[in-house]
């Protein structure tokens, strides 16, 4: 089982659409990241999390220590939105990734 | 302020040649990871520095693979020679401390 898992692997959505990535971790963590990479650039840091809820633009994310989950929304979402989004968790120094969800957003 | 700069952002070379790829932080910085991520995969810690100091080299191949960061502020890589499967994107990424990870673009190399 991996320590920091991804849903949906996959998404496909309409210019418009609500979007939610989950994320679900099993460590113990300092902090929690959401990234952004394009095809082909760099990783771009969206969110550090370790408690509650932050907003950026249409991006908000939110987390449950509790519960060892957060998620990833994204309102009114565009084209220009498609990307992989990564959920990473801190545990000292050491970054532990997940999987990435591809999103797709058809215009 | 500027971000993380990595040079070159794309290399084609032939394999058996040698690599160097270059990144320097954001002014400040005193932690700075190199990482190595395959296509579709997430990308894998190869050398973390504080200041001028290699802290964890574990997943550096050292055969091949060479990293400094002699005044510690800007950092080389360097492969010699490459092989095929050394084809991947290089990511440098530095932080304050060991607090939050910011990424330069990456270096895109192909060994043909």
């Known amino acids: 089982k991996n320590e920091v898992e991804q849903s949906p692997q996959n998404l496909t959505a309409q210019e418009g659409e609500f979007i939610t990535i989950n994320c679900s971790y099993s460590?113990?963590?300092?902090?929690l990241h959401w990234l952004q990479q394009h095809p082909g650039g760099g990783i771009v840091s969206l969110f550090m999390?370790?408690?509650?809820?932050k907003k950026h633009g249409r991006l908000i994310a939110t987390i449950n220590i509790q519960e060892k989950h957060s998620s990833l929304h994204i309102t009114a979402s565009h084209p220009r939105d498609s990307a992989v989004y990564i959920c990473a968790v801190t545990q000292g120094y050491q970054l532990i990734w997940g999987a990435g969800t591809k999103l797709i957003i058809k215009p | 302020e500027a971000g993380v700069v990595q040079s070159p952002r794309y290399k084609i070379i032939e394999k058996k040649q040698p690599v160097a790829f270059w990144c320097n932080p954001i002014?400040?910085?005193?932690?700075l990871y190199w990482y190595l991520q395959n296509l579709g995969q997430g990308p894998e810690l190869l050398i973390r520095y504080e200041n001028e100091e290699a802290v964890d080299d574990s997943q550096l191949p050292k055969d091949r693979f060479s990293a400094e960061r002699l005044k510690g502020v800007d950092s080389t890589l360097k492969i010699q020679p490459a092989e095929l499967g050394d084809s991947a994107v290089y990511l440098c990424a530095s932080s304050l401390d060991s607090h939050e990870q910011f990424f330069g673009p990456g270096t895109r190399l192909t060994v043909l």
């Open positions: 460590v113990g963590i300092s902090a």
């Open positions: 002014s400040g910085h005193n932690t």
């Open positions: 999390l370790s408690s509650g809820k």
